[in-house]
């Protein structure tokens, strides 16, 4: 029998989210200095940085009014994402995927309040190309992101 994802059982795999999240981040933080970085294999380095700004460093450098905006920004989606999981008419296939958010913005959310950033810590790489530093809270808003939109033109299609 197929269980539904419950209400329930989304905010808990939230939590596991944040949780993995935080714990990489620490361990990042006491294990490796500032600024540097582990390779790992070709194209994948661990790395210590920290992002002051959101996504791809966007207002890093606009002089700290920007964590404070973003922390704001992150209790209202984490409030709006409770609510919508909540929601009876939330399928299963939604509310993981908006689980994955509200996990991801939780995580970068603690980590945004206890510092002047979030740290990221994975860099993947193609020889000289660098994509921006990232954490495990931002792969699980981009695959929840995904999960939706992907539920939605499935759906979108079911219906044409």
């Given amino acids: 029998m197929n269980k539904p994802f419950t209400p329930l059982v989304a905010v808990v795999f939230a939590g596991l989210i944040a949780a993995i999240d935080l714990i990489s981040k620490a361990a990042v933080v006491e294990r490796l200095p500032y600024g540097h970085k582990i390779e790992l294999m070709q194209s994948l380095n661990i790395v210590h940085a920290v992002n002051e700004g ?39 296939t939604e509310r993981a995927g908006l689980a994955m958010i509200l996990g991801g913005a939780v995580g970068n959310l603690v980590d945004r309040t206890a510092r ?6 994975i860099d993947i790489y193609a020889g000289t190309y660098h994509w921006p530093a990232f954490n495990i809270a931002d792969i699980g808003i981009t695959l929840g992101a995904a999960t939706i939109v992907l539920h939605a033109l499935r759906g979108a299609r079911a219906t044409a």
């Fill in 116 to 121: 002047m950033g979030v740290v990221d810590w």
């Fill in 54 to 92: 959101s996504a791809f460093g966007l207002l890093a450098n606009a002089g700290g009014w920007q964590r404070y905006f973003f922390i704001a920004v992150a209790v209202l989606a984490s409030m709006l994402l409770i609510h919508m999981i909540r929601k009876p008419a939330a399928g299963s």
